[in-house]
């Protein structure tokens, strides 16, 4: 489309390059994305992609708020937003991959007087998700 006065020229060169800027924008968005999903796999050695359907299934989002998880907005445990920077996991272990996935399956062993419940989560499902909280 050729534009001949210099205002529609003008705003279809800002126009293209809002468009260029966002598409630049979405793609750093979704490679940075990937990239701590990648880090979070290798930490934990599981895949982050399988973990909404277990925290559903396992009703983690009915206690913690889980962002990427309808309905994870619960208030009884902490929040899990930001999990990869903390030091400790719900305040007993060292954040390290294996004291969480040991902590999600079974917490009791940490402290027994703890409120989550041993859903009955495998060790493989544990691990995708911390790898989906380590995303985060």
């Given at each position: 489309?050729?534009?001949?006065?210099?205002?529609?020229?003008s705003l279809a060169v800002a126009t293209a390059s809002l468009l260029v800027a966002a598409a630049v924008v979405?793609?750093?968005?979704?490679?940075?994305?990937?990239?701590?999903?990648?880090?979070?796999?290798?930490?934990?050695?599981?895949?982050?992609?399988?973990?909404?359907?277990?925290?559903?299934?396992?009703?983690?989002?009915?206690?913690?708020?889980?962002?990427?998880?309808?309905?994870?907005?619960?208030?009884?445990?902490?929040?899990?937003?930001?999990?990869?920077?903390?030091?400790?996991?719900?305040?007993?272990?060292?954040?390290?991959?294996?004291?969480?996935?040991?902590?999600?399956?079974?917490?009791?062993?940490?402290?027994?007087?703890?409120?989550?419940?041993?859903?009955?989560?495998?060790?493989?499902?544990?691990?995708?998700?911390?790898?989906?909280?380590?995303?985060?």
């Amino acid at each position: 489309m050729r534009f001949t006065h210099p205002r529609w020229a003008s705003l279809a060169v800002a126009t293209a390059s809002l468009l260029v800027a966002a598409a630049v924008v979405t793609g750093f968005a979704r490679s940075e994305r990937q990239q701590n999903e990648a880090i979070a796999g290798a930490m934990s050695g599981g895949d982050p992609a399988r973990a909404p359907d277990l925290i559903r299934r396992y009703g983690c989002a009915g206690c913690h708020t889980i962002s990427g998880i309808p309905g994870g907005d619960g208030k009884v445990g902490g929040s899990l937003d930001g999990l990869r920077g903390r030091v400790y996991v719900a305040g007993v272990a060292s954040n390290t991959p294996d004291n969480l996935v040991q902590w999600i399956v079974k917490p009791q062993a940490f402290s027994p007087r703890s409120a989550m419940p041993a859903t009955g989560i495998t060790e493989a499902e544990a691990r995708d998700v911390a790898a989906y909280l380590y995303a985060q």
